[in-house]
């Protein structure tokens, strides 16, 4: 099936996983958390008039022309009102500082000349050396906010600059989901971990299982809790006890590899007797094999299952590509359809595949794409080299020049 029709069943298979246990943070500790309650301005941003330069306010009808002097009769730094600004005169102003009354302009500092009082009493004088115009470098009050207004808005995620807004209304604590709880594993006889057995001393046909880190350091980066059951034997007593353990206090089961058909491969037949399961060939190019499903809590409860590839790219690229909108679905933000920027391919690609593909590139400092060479989906170092995925339509040629969809790795995973 199309990608497009996976993700719709998807969805549809996790309509009754989607996480409605809410908490309340402090929004300091509130990065990358999804919002459960919109939020609403009960102030004006800015508050009042101010101004967006270090400089002098001033009435425009006051200085018509460059040149004009003017005594200064106040002086206001931010956080201090000043009085009403008296005809004929202007107030020393710092940026952010609220407007005086009367003032209907300012003028940068830059553009001034400061004097000095002749009898060193006062604040002197400023020789205004631009004509200003009304409104200039000043921030009306509420031009960012507006006292009642919904600033951000429910299933939201909580980026910095949303944290920064949300502060900037008097916002202190704020209402979130609570995050995804996800139990990862891995099967395979084959796989060892780093540190447990040096390079020297791998047996013949072992390999590092590079995938557990991989998809541990993705979920955490989608703002997943997650819990490493490791790697499994490549029995079914085994993956099926290890599946009945990690279905409780989860909402996701994340595994890598054991999903094809092949004697070894015991995923299927495990999850089939402990829940239920669909395997589909999706129609993309790496990442064939998924399977999706869900693993018995006990009563009506169930926690979802998604098996990704075993091949070190299939599962980095399956898991951007259907997983983790999957996990923004859960959590009640739009799964919307990737945005892919429009660039130029800086090379060719005259036999593609009748599947959906999804080439490893970056950009390049003409502000193109260069493709990495080995497009195996084992060759993990594209994916690191990569800042991104060609999303290249089945059976579609590229030849350099062309114009094609890019998907970068950071729109993928925190859009």
């Known amino acids: 099936m199309t990608l497009d029709e996976a993700l719709e069943r998807l969805f549809s298979g996790a309509q009754a996983g989607r996480i409605r246990e809410v ?7 509130a990065a990358g958390r999804i919002l459960a309650q919109p939020i609403r301005s009960l102030i004006d941003v800015p508050p009042g008039d101010n101004t967006s330069m270090d400089g002098y306010a001033v009435r425009c009808r006051d200085v018509l022309e460059p040149g004009t002097r003017l005594p200064v009769s106040q002086r206001i730094p931010a956080g201090q009102v000043g009085s009403a600004l008296e005809p004929g005169t202007v107030a020393r102003i710092f940026t952010g500082a609220q407007l005086p009354p009367g003032a209907d302009a300012v003028v940068m500092q830059e553009q001034c000349e400061a004097l000095a009082a002749e009898d060193g009493q006062g604040l002197g004088c400023v020789v205004v050396q631009a004509s200003p115009q009304p409104g200039q470098w000043i921030r009306r009050r509420g031009e960012d906010v507006q006292a009642g207004s919904e600033v951000l808005a429910a299933g939201s995620r909580l980026t910095p600059q949303a944290m920064g807004l949300a502060a900037s209304v008097g916002c202190a604590e704020v209402v979130v989901l609570r995050r995804p709880r996800v139990a990862l594993f891995s099967t395979g006889d084959e796989l060892v971990m780093p540190g447990e057995i040096s390079p020297e001393q791998m047996r013949p046909g072992a390999i590092y299982n590079s995938n557990r880190y991989t998809l541990r350091g993705l979920l955490l980066a989608a703002g997943c ?18 599946l009945r353990q990690a279905a409780q206090g989860h909402d996701l089961i994340l595994t890598s590899g054991g999903v094809s058909v092949g004697e070894e491969d015991h995923i299927k037949p495990a999850v ?19 399977a999706f499903g869900s693993v018995r809590t006990g009563g009506h ?38 945005k892919p920027q429009l660039l130029r391919a800086d090379f060719n690609w005259p036999k593609p595949d009748r599947r959906r593909e999804f080439l490893r590139a970056r950009l390049n400092g003409q502000g193109g794409l260069d493709l990495f060479p080995n497009q195996s989906s084992g060759v993990l170092t ?7 995925l060609v999303d290249n339509a089945p059976g579609a040629a590229i030849a350099q020049g062309q114009v094609v969809r890019f998907l970068s790795f950071a729109d993928l995973l925190f859009a």
């Open 382 to 388: 594209s994916a690191v080299w990569a800042d991104g």
């Open 272 to 290: 089939q007797a402990e829940g239920h399961l669909d395997s589909w060939q999706m129609a993309i190019k790496p990442g064939k094999p998924l």
């Open 23 to 29: 908490q309340t943070v402090n929004l300091l500790d």
């Open 225 to 242: 809790e997650v819990t490493d059951f490791g790697i499994v034997p490549d029995r079914l007593d085994a993956t099926r006890a290890v």
């Open 301 to 338: 409860q169930q926690a979802l299952f998604v098996g990704l590839p075993g091949n070190p790219v299939s599962s980095f690229v399956t898991f951007l590509v259907a997983v983790a909108p999957l996990l923004r679905f859960m959590q009640g933000m739009s799964p919307q359809a990737f």
